[in-house]
């Protein structure tokens, strides 16, 4: 069996790539940075180190790599002759990888199995976005003849994988926990046996139960420590009042979670109190500032805490909590990240009513906007 992964980094290496490993897959991993597919090249194996209460390290071996930007034909060739295309390359890369995943399947000999595509990202049914861009590669007239060749299937993902340390190689720290949830709904017969993954019927409690604990209290924890002055997510976590502010975040949506999909209250509070304590695992010296990058991203309607605090306000719910960690997004200046640089200056140049649409994806008719515009104005730059 064959597995392509689009995305060679640590979250590559360190989980996707791990467990189709461990599954017994060949994995071909993909990425345009020239200089880590020679050193995957040049390696018989690389290790996984697990860091936690029970430290364990794993060694890949039996995978190969790819310079997507300079081998596309190579690429396309592999992907045709797959089992499995995964990616973790973040949301807004998918519409680039979508193109070779087209081409893939267009060569694929009509007689195989389908060829199974997941796209293991921190977003909202990332699979179903890329499967819209690799369709649009193909022309109606082709596409009938095609859509047997190819299964896309949601994915949930967790795993804690902080920022490596220099010179570290390709060798990859990550924390012991992972958790990787599929949706079968898709398979037309029996899905792939991945030890490790989880499949289930309906997605969507998992996956909004990872982004809005796990994701949103990440990220919570980086904007008030980078505001503390905190290096790391550990040290942020044992300040107080961060520490509190994370805690208040995660009571409200939890929340929104057992009303929306009807968890179970004490399950769910275990589950973010499971949630911290990762966070505090002083074994992962994760940065305040590699967590908090990309905070536009993090802003818009649809991500950690936008669409949280929307829904509560739809169901008329004040979300308190999330408006302050929006503030503190706000407040995330670091000159090396392109998006908190473009932040500053949409702050600059827009009225805070406009910020909010804009960015935010809030209209003025929505329950939310009034408060939130609010809290633009009131943060200083």
């Known amino acids: 069996m064959k597995a392509v992964h689009f995305g060679a980094g640590n979250i590559g290496r360190g989980f996707v790539g791990?467990?189709?490993?461990?599954?017994?897959?060949?994995?071909?991993?993909?990425?345009?940075?020239?200089?880590?597919i020679d050193a995957l090249n040049a390696a018989d194996s690389y290790e996984v180190h697990e860091v936690g209460e029970e430290s364990t390290t794993t060694v890949v071996d039996h995978f190969?790599?790819?310079?997507?930007?300079?081998?596309?034909?190579?690429?396309?060739?592999?992907?045709?002759?797959?089992?499995?295309?995964t990616t973790a390359v973040g949301p807004t890369v998918l519409k680039f990888v979508a193109p070779a995943i087209a081409d893939g399947i267009r060569r694929r000999d009509a007689d195989r199995h389908p060829l199974l595509v997941m796209a293991c990202e921190n977003a909202i049914n990332a699979t179903d976005q890329l499967a819209e861009y690799v369709w649009a590669q193909v022309p109606d007239a082709e596409r009938a003849a095609l859509l047997d060749r190819v299964v896309f299937a949601n994915t949930a993902v967790d795993r804690i994988v902080p920022g490596q340390p220099e010179?570290?190689?390709?060798?990859?720290?990550?924390?012991?926990?992972?958790?990787?949830?599929?949706?079968?709904?898709?398979?037309?017969?029996?899905?792939?046996?991945i030890p490790g993954a989880t499949f289930v019927d309906d997605l969507a409690p998992y996956i909004e139960r990872k982004l809005f604990t796990v994701n949103t209290g990440h990220a919570t924890i980086a904007y008030f420590g980078f505001l503390a002055g905190a290096r790391t997510i550990a040290e942020a976590l044992a300040l107080p009042e961060v520490e509190a502010a994370a805690r208040r975040v995660l009571e409200e949506t939890s929340m929104l979670l057992v009303d929306k999909h009807g968890l179970d209250a004490d399950a769910q509070r275990a589950y973010r109190e499971k949630i911290l304590s990762r966070f505090a695992n002083p074994a992962l010296p994760d940065t305040v500032e590699r967590v908090g990058r990309a905070p536009l991203r993090k802003l818009s309607r649809q991500e950690r805490f936008v669409k949280p605090a929307a829904e509560l306000a739809?169901?008329?719910?004040?979300?308190?909590?999330?408006?302050?960690?929006?503030?503190?997004?706000?407040?995330?200046?670091?000159?090396?990240?392109?998006?908190?640089?473009?932040?500053?200056?949409?702050?600059?140049?827009?009225?805070?009513?406009?910020?909010?649409?804009?960015?935010?994806?809030i209209d003025s008719g929505h329950p939310l906007f009034a408060d939130l515009v609010e809290v633009v104005a009131a943060t200083p730059l």
């Open 18 to 36: 791990l467990l189709l490993h461990e599954a017994g897959y060949e994995v071909v991993f993909a990425d345009v940075n020239a200089a880590l």
């Open 64 to 85: 190969r790599a790819v310079n997507s930007a300079d081998d596309p034909e190579g690429l396309v060739a592999e992907i045709a002759s797959a089992d499995v295309v």
């Open 167 to 193: 010179g570290g190689g390709i060798d990859v720290t990550v924390e012991t926990f992972y958790e990787w949830v599929i949706e079968k709904s898709g398979f037309p017969g029996e899905p792939p046996q």
């Open 314 to 361: 739809e169901a008329g719910t004040l979300p308190v909590a999330l408006l302050s960690a929006i503030a503190a997004v706000l407040q995330f200046d670091v000159p090396a990240d392109d998006e908190s640089v473009t932040l500053k200056q949409l702050r600059g140049s827009l009225v805070p009513e406009e910020f909010v649409t804009q960015v935010c994806g």
